[in-house]
């Protein structure tokens, strides 16, 4: 049954199989950014903690775009497992230090699907993904934004929660 449906695919099949591990990366992105809202709630980083409220929503709907487009277009996406994620981090600079380097690794992941998808001449998932790129342009600049200030002034812990307030900017 599965391979009778991936015959009539409107997608190419490479770039479903990269699109549901794209799933998983995101749903892990979401988990990973709540374990650090909870870790900024711990610490009372108020703001910070906010942010990542919303940025594992963000993930979660990014996860849910992709989910969409592969069933919408003749595949099967399959729901992810989610592996466990840290919840220690020796400061706030070292969680968006992680939170960035995440970022990172979801753009490489990205472009390796558009690059894919241009090569197997998948112009549909080639558009769909224009979008993800951009995003991800954004998401990679709120975590520099945030290492920024605190790597420029935080250095004592007074600071440390008065720049928390910044980081309402996104
Ligand atoms: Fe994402
Ligand atoms: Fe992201």
Request: with cysteine; charged share 30%; hydrophobic share 35%.
């Amino acid at each position: 049954m599965e391979n009778l449906i991936r015959e009539n695919l409107s997608i190419n099949i490479k770039v479903i199989d990269l699109l549901n591990e794209q799933i998983k990366m995101e749903a892990r992105a979401s988990s990973m950014y709540l374990a650090m809202a909870s870790w900024c709630d711990q610490h009372g980083y108020d703001y910070s903690a906010k942010l990542f409220y919303d940025q594992s929503e963000e993930e979660r709907e990014h996860m849910l775009k992709i989910f969409k487009f592969i069933n919408d277009n003749g595949g099967i996406a399959y729901s992810p497992e989610v592996p466990k994620v840290s919840h220690e981090y020796e400061s706030i600079l070292d969680l968006y230090k992680t939170a960035l380097q995440e970022e990172i690794s979801v753009s490489e992941s990205i472009q390796n699907i558009f690059l894919t998808s241009r090569k197997e001449n998948d112009v549909a998932s080639e558009l769909f993904l224009q979008w993800f790129i951009n995003e991800q342009l954004e998401e990679e600049q709120k975590m520099r934004h945030a290492i920024k200030v605190y790597e420029l002034h935080g250095t004592d812990t007074e600071n440390l929660y008065a720049l928390d307030k910044r980081m309402t900017r996104s």
